[in-house]
């Protein structure tokens, strides 16, 4: 058998085997008939996975409220692999979505050893700034820091307690020499990404949280966290519906009935049914069949694509009954572009990406030095053609660069076929990616000064 892949989210070396890493995690296609006004990572493949996206297309579909959460270590400058997210984030807030932005200032702490005056400074700086000229709409979003944040930093107590270090463990690969600051980081990422959930801000709603596949571990844990808090579970029936069953734990055992001998109690048990079923009738349900002795509800008319909604429903229940409710993320996960000498992408070699405030002249320096697709002499690319799979100012075009689909489409039959030379197809990205930059650092000059407008009160 193949070695698995171990993801460690603080490592700058990645797999790129995609399919190898969709399958193993159990990541799941993206299916562009099902994702409305597709934006053009959609619509290129560039987004190639997710875990319940249908949850929150389905939000959209019915103008339902539902969240981004995206986050920010705030070390190093930002680059053009940076602003993939942030080009999700942009499209989700289109679409209808409110946006939280976490600033990791505690993991940069832990993880890099930045301390938070100077993350508090990179992260305006260099990544406010940045993501205010690439179009967030500052009227939903909220750009928060973790150090900032009680709420978020107890949630990553509360929630400690449903994990242990042998999951940890097979997760991000911890040993005994782990500093512990370390492992404190990824339950403060859990309570970034639960806490837009919590009442004070904006309440239990579906969250998607666009990555590269880097961050999955998070969400895997995150997931598998808030999955242990539900009181009520909700799964596929086998003879047709759903089946929500009770999920006893310590702290809600009285609340579903069950008394400190052990025995169940009628009368509460049977007021939780009654809840349920009023709840669930909200969503046009009327046919159950209820078990409240052994704590499961039946219903047979109940569509599998309704699950999300019925898990909402149940959620908001268990929040009445003194529950957390807490939904779990949903997430999107981007292919990395590759980095500009052929290599990956890394902030540490300049060489090998472009910085949002790169100067046009360093930028075609770069673009002028990337790998390329072209054939050695000119004869034979004229007889061969380019490699647009290999060749690094075709893929900016593709990843950042070139909007329109049929002039993408139509440099890549040019290049391919030999008819644009290497030298050309660089000059096109040039001339591309001059216009984009350009735009930015004006868009930049607009938001000098007015910032604030994208923090959230406590991040002021
Ligand atoms: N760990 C992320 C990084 O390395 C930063 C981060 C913190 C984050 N909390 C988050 C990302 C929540 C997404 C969601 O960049």
Redesign the pocket.
């Known amino acids: 058998m193949e070695d698995a892949v171990r993801i460690d989210?603080w490592s700058s070396e990645q797999s790129t085997d995609y399919a190898r890493i969709r399958d193993q995690f159990g990541l799941q296609s993206v299916d562009l008939k099902r994702v409305p006004n597709p934006s053009m990572l959609h619509r290129r493949g560039i987004i190639f996975a997710h875990r319940d996206l249908d949850v929150i297309v389905g939000c959209m579909e019915r103008s339902d409220p539902f969240g981004v959460?995206?986050?920010?270590?705030p070390s190093g400058r930002m680059h053009l692999g940076h602003s993939m997210v942030i080009e999700q984030v942009r499209w989700f807030q289109e679409q209808g979505a409110d946006i939280t932005v976490?600033v990791?200032d505690l993991?940069a702490l832990a993880t890099r050893g930045t301390s938070l005056g100077q993350g508090r400074e990179t992260a305006l700086k260099e990544y406010v700034h940045n993501y205010a000229a690439l179009g967030l709409d500052p009227s939903s979003t909220n750009v928060y820091f973790q150090s900032g944040r009680p709420e978020v930093q107890r949630l990553a107590f509360t929630l400690g307690r449903r994990t242990n270090l042998s999951e940890f463990e097979a997760i991000y690969g911890f040993k005994g020499e782990t500093n512990l600051a370390h492992v404190q980081a990824p339950l403060v990422?859990v309570g970034?990404?639960i806490h837009p959930q919590l009442e004070e801000f904006g309440g239990l709603r579906p969250i998607v949280?666009p990555?590269g596949f880097d961050?999955d571990p998070?969400l895997r844990l995150t997931r598998g966290i808030a999955g242990k808090t539900h009181w009520f579970n909700v799964k596929a029936r086998k003879a047709g519906g759903l089946t929500v069953s009770l999920s006893l734990q310590e702290g809600n055992s009285e609340a579903l009935g069950v008394s400190e001998n052990g025995k169940v109690d009628r009368q509460v048990r049977e007021n939780i049914f009654e809840r349920l079923k009023a709840s669930l009738s909200t969503m046009g349900y009327s046919d159950f069949t209820a078990n409240p002795k052994h704590g499961t509800l039946d219903i047979p008319g109940a569509n599998i694509s309704d699950i999300a909604q019925v898990r909402m429903c149940v959620l908001r229940l268990e929040r009445e009954l003194g529950g957390m409710g807490l939904m779990p993320p949903s997430s999107t996960y981007h292919r990395f572009a590759v980095g500009m000498t052929g290599d990956k992408m890394s902030s540490s070699k300049p060489e090998t990406t472009i910085f949002m405030d790169d100067s046009l002249e360093e930028m075609s320096k770069k673009v002028k030095r990337a790998f390329s697709g072209g054939q050695p002499t000119v004869e034979e690319h004229r007889r061969l053609g380019g490699d647009c799979s290999k060749d690094v100012a075709f893929q900016y075009l593709q990843f950042f660069f070139e909007p329109d689909d049929s002039e993408l489409s139509r440099v890549a039959r040019e290049y391919e076929s030999g008819k644009l030379l290497a030298g050309e197809i660089k000059q096109i990205c040039i001339d591309r990616a001059a216009e984009w930059l350009t735009e930015l650092a004006d868009k930049r000059d607009m938001w000098e000064g007015r910032l604030d407008e994208f923090l959230a009160p406590d991040a002021k």
């Open positions: 989210p959460l995206t986050g920010l270590m976490t990791a993991e990422q970034d990404i949280v990555v961050q998070h």
